[in-house]
T-cell receptor, first 112, second 115 residues
Framework: ELKVEQNPLFLSMQEGKNYTIYCNYSTTSDRLYWYRQDPGKSLESLFVLLSNGAVKQEGRLMASLDTKARLSTLHITAAVHDLSATYFC????????????FGAGTILRVKS | NAGVMQNPRHLVRRRGQEARLRCSPMKGHSHVYWYRQLPEEGLKFMVYLQKENIIDESGMPKERFSAEFPKEGPSILRIQQVVRGDSAAYFCASSQQGGGVTEAFFGQGTRLTVV
């Protein structure tokens, strides 16, 4: 069974600080996604990571993938209040069917 | 090009009634996925459909739940004889190809409340 674990599950941080969210998965991945979800809203795709060593950046968020360690990270630089949301990683592995398997999510609260 | 459209956005049903949730995929997308999100939890896969076919229903409860994606019209997730535990947000996603080959895009979700 493909399992995806995120930590921390809850993160409270001050504006201007840096932090990292971790996503571990149990088998090889064909694709790894990071999503953002605001309360009561749908999921917004942030990054798609395909290969070992892939790094993508958008604004204050940077995602990386280490397929050997089965680990992806989402790094937040100089957090601002607008980044407050829930962040999910999700993995697709074709051996386990054509579906996304999600982590439990990380609730991020950025305090002014 | 409109995104994935789900309706209704909010649905209230009494215990024992039926709930029908609709999902129109993005134009050109023939693969549809349904996920359920319980409060404060991640999304759990329910079913994957391609036009007129159920490809993977490994996440669907064996009873009361069914899904279809007809040749014409939206995909429908049907829940019969709803119970309070069915209260959740149900999200639909669509993709151009299956197997994670192309990215899946999510709809706004239907929030089902069973009273």
């Amino acid at each position: 069974e493909l399992k995806v674990e995120q930590n921390p599950l809850f993160l409270s941080m001050q504006e201007g600080k840096n932090y990292t969210i971790y996503c571990n998965y149990s088998t090889t991945s064909d694709r790894l996604y990071w999503y953002r979800q605001d309360p009561g809203k749908s999921l917004e795709s942030l990054f798609v990571l395909l290969s070992n060593g892939a790094v993508k950046q958008e604004g204050r968020l940077m995602a990386s993938l280490d397929t050997k360690a089965r680990l992806s990270t989402l790094h937040i630089t100089a957090a601002v209040h607008d980044l407050s949301a829930t962040y999910f990683c999700a993995v697709v592995n074709m051996e386990y069917g054509n579906k996304l398997v999600f982590g439990a999510g990380t609730i991020l609260r950025v305090k002014s | 090009n409109a995104g994935v459209m789900q309706n209704p956005r909010h649905l209230v049903r009494r215990r024992g009634q039926e709930a029908r949730l609709r999902c129109s995929p993005m134009k050109g997308h023939s693969h549809v996925y349904w996920y359920r999100q319980l409060p404060e939890e991640g999304l759990k896969f329910m079913v994957y459909l391609q036009k007129e076919n159920i490809i993977d229903e490994s996440g669907m409860p064996k009873e009361r739940f069914s899904a279809e994606f007809p040749k014409e019209g939206p995909s429908i997730l049907r829940i019969q004889q709803v119970v309070r535990g069915d209260s959740a947000a149900y999200f639909c996603a669509s993709s151009q190809q299956g197997g994670g080959v192309t990215e899946a895009f999510f709809g706004q979700g239907t929030r089902l409340t069973v009273v």
